[in-house]
């Protein structure tokens, strides 16, 4: 089986207080495949009020409904499956 890979990687995003905003990658590879969105150091990003998570039709996005100045940092999207691991990472930079 084929390991998971990036069609289309992150890029970085710059965005204002309160804007919505979403980070976005296209994935190819045998399924089952898992993604994991990680925050600067290795923090797991969960979904919250603000944080919407998707992983439809081989594309994974990570959506803030109102980006305050605590989103901002680097992001990294790991997609794993029985044959292997790929990450790729993007900036969303937050002005106020």
Request: aromatic fraction near 8%; proline fraction near 4%.
């Amino acid at each position: 089986s084929a390991p998971p890979r990036f069609v289309k990687k992150l890029s970085d995003i710059s965005t204002v207080v309160g804007k919505e905003v979403q980070l976005q990658t296209t994935i190819e590879g045998a399924e089952p495949i898992s993604v994991v969105w990680f925050k600067d150091k290795g923090e797991i990003v969960r979904e919250s009020d603000n944080i919407w998570i998707s992983y439809s039709e081989n594309i994974a996005t990570l959506q803030f409904s109102r980006v305050e100045p605590a989103n901002a940092g680097k992001y990294t999207c790991q997609i794993k499956n029985d044959a292997g691991m790929q990450e790729c990472f993007a900036t969303l930079s937050v002005l106020g």
